[in-house]
């Protein structure tokens, strides 16, 4: 069936450090592509979104590009704040269907001051 | 501007003991519904939709169930708690219709079995 890979926490970084979290995912059908972050205790909210092929998601300073021919959707921001520290969610939909998501692991950032 | 309501944010309860949790989502009509669950260790896993009232697509076999009795609103429940079914519960929606569909969350629940 579907799924999402991405890679295994915990990942910690300095403040103003670059950031890579690595995110694969099943090409079955055209799904839409997604990051959510999870705050402690808290649910999760959409960091950004990509619904085909080459589109580039992203907000707060973290980007992520939709590569069909790798199935990948890595996050990156150029750099961190301590403010950042939280789990990270790769997931995937069916196209137009954005609430069947189907999630990563999730990879919890810890960023140090 | 659309909002969603979960509640309890926490409950202890014992095994065999019944559940009921609750969501409604307000600003919007004839959403899309889903339950959700984060496993301790694991990541979220879709238990139930719904795409309209009294209708429940259940995604993986458990001892829970789920309901929809008005349009905004979403219930989960279970007759007799397990250990196993103690985690982080996830409600959601999302647009019933329309393009680049996103899910919104509420706070969620964390429930311990015990």
């Known amino acids: 069936g579907d799924s999402v890979t991405q890679m295994e926490g915990p990942v910690t970084l300095s403040e103003e450090a670059f950031l890579t979290i690595n995110c694969t995912y099943t090409?079955?059908?055209?799904?839409?592509l997604f990051w959510y972050v999870q705050y402690p205790g808290e649910g999760l909210q959409l960091l950004l979104k990509?619904?085909?092929?080459?589109d580039k998601g992203s907000n707060k300073g973290f980007e992520a590009t939709y590569r069909k021919e790798t199935t990948s959707f890595h996050l990156e921001k150029g750099s961190v704040q301590v403010s950042d520290s939280a789990v990270y969610f790769c997931?995937?939909?069916?196209?137009?269907?954005?609430?069947?998501?189907?999630f990563g692991q999730g990879t919890e950032l810890s960023v140090k001051p | 501007s659309q909002t969603i309501h979960q509640w309890p944010a926490t409950l202890v309860q014992p095994v065999g003991s019944p559940l009921s949790l609750e969501c409604t989502v307000e600003?919007?009509?004839?959403?899309?519904l889903y339950w959700y669950r984060q496993a301790a260790g694991r990541g979220l896993q879709l238990l139930f939709y719904?795409?309209?009232?009294?209708?429940i697509s259940s995604e993986v076999p458990q001892n829970l169930s789920a309901s929809r009795p008005q349009d905004r609103q979403f219930i989960l429940s279970s007759k007799k708690l397990l250990l196993s079914d103690s985690g982080f519960y996830l409600c959601?929606?999302?647009?019933?219709?329309?393009?680049?569909?996103?899910?919104?969350f509420g706070q969620g629940t964390r429930l311990t079995v015990v």
């Open positions: 719904s795409v309209g009232i009294g209708q």
């Open positions: 090409a079955t059908g055209y799904p839409s």
């Open positions: 959601a929606w999302s647009a019933w219709t329309g393009l680049n569909t996103e899910a919104f």
């Open positions: 997931a995937r939909s069916p196209y137009n269907q954005g609430g069947k998501l189907i």
């Open positions: 990509a619904t085909k092929a080459d």
């Open positions: 600003g919007t009509s004839n959403p899309n």
